[in-house]
């Protein structure tokens, strides 16, 4: 007895191939954002006004030391010293050293980032990975999400190359 082949399970399967390739292409996408962002939680940029700061990076003058806002519009500039997990009173000691120094030299500047990696290593690290996410499945975050994500890219290649040999 022959056995009859369905195109539409063919169809199905790619097209379940396809649905697996998008999640699996956000989902490392998501994963290499979040570690991303999880990497620059506690980095303490130095500038000029007017130069390009990374985005989420607490970022000081290097010429007087004050902090400097990141963003594009003057409405929308509110600079200040915020770590998450720090407390005010660790918060204002940060800023305080780099307003102290005047201007920043080198040694100044890593000064004020062993200031604060001194701060972020009294944290607990569950609270340090609480404040660092983008997104988070369950213990999946950062790096390991990517992971997932491209195991599923490399998944839905299996499933397509399969289901256009049937």
Known sequence: MARVRSPWAAVAAL?????????????????????NVADHVYSVGFARPGDDCPAGVVTFDVADGAPLACVRSALLARPSVRFPGFSDEQNRTVEQLARSRGDLDAQDQADIRTAVDGFAAGIPEQVRLDHAHV?????????????????????????????RRR
């Open 135 to 163: 997104a988070a499945i369950g213990p999946l975050w950062g790096i390991r999400l990517a992971v997932l994500g491209i195991v599923l890219l490399v998944g839905a290649v299996v499933v397509c190359v399969w289901a």
């Open 15 to 35: 097209f379940g191939g396809l649905l697996l390739g998008v999640l699996g292409a956000v989902t490392a996408f998501v994963g290499f954002a979040d570690q």
